[in-house]
């Protein structure tokens, strides 16, 4: 699949998941992962074991935050739970990127926080359907570790624009 494409439907992907919404079935942030988390991420090709360069963000979790993506189209259902020491989360959609060709998005994220230190994976999966469909198929590993630098004092004043996206992300 040419490179440039992917990563625009890997961009949408992201966009529709940066940030929480309100929901039946809301993931609710506990005050235990408040604080502001440095967290390092692993990607690696789920057929090839190809693994990315690593990267390291810097992210804001505040008590009481939804977890839930963003999904103004309804398009993903989702289902989890986060605990004092532990996250699971599990979405699902489909939206046509081009007539005749559908984009299925899946992941599926585990992860555990142990005090001031967190690890997650997290399964990504772009799985395309239709007779116009030229894209091939791809599947993720995000390997994440994180350690939480400061408290939620911070939580009125996020690191980044979309800073809860990313490490509800990593925990997926």
């Keep these: 699949m040419n490179t440039f494409l992917r990563y625009a439907f ?3 992907a ?7 919404t309100a929901g039946a079935e809301d ?13 390092t991420t692993i990607e ?7 693994a990315q360069p690593a990267t390291v963000s810097l992210d804001t979790l505040c008590a009481g935050d939804i977890m ?5 189209e309804g398009m993903f259902v989702c289902s989890g739970t986060i605990t004092d020491e532990t996250v699971h989360m599990e979405c699902s959609g489909t939206v046509e990127v081009i007539p005749g060709c559908s984009l299925t998005i899946s992941f599926v994220s585990d992860g555990t926080r142990n005090g001031d230190n967190g690890s997650g994976v997290t399964i990504n999966r772009f799985t395309y359907t239709g007779a116009a469909c030229f894209f091939e198929d791809t599947c993720t590993r995000n390997e994440t570790t994180s350690v939480r630098i400061a408290d939620d004092s911070s ?7 979309a800073s809860w996206g990313s490490l509800k992300s990593v925990y997926r």
Aim: net charge negative; aromatic share 4%.
């Design 155 to 161: 939580c009125a004043t996020p690191v980044a624009a």
């Design 10 to 12: 890997l961009l949408i």
């Design 27 to 39: 993931i609710i942030v506990p005050e235990s992962w408040a604080g502001i988390w440095e967290t």
């Design 68 to 72: 839930n993506p963003e999904d103004p």
């Design 14 to 20: 992201a966009q529709l998941l940066i940030a929480g």
């Design 44 to 50: 690696i090709d789920c057929e090839t074991l190809e």
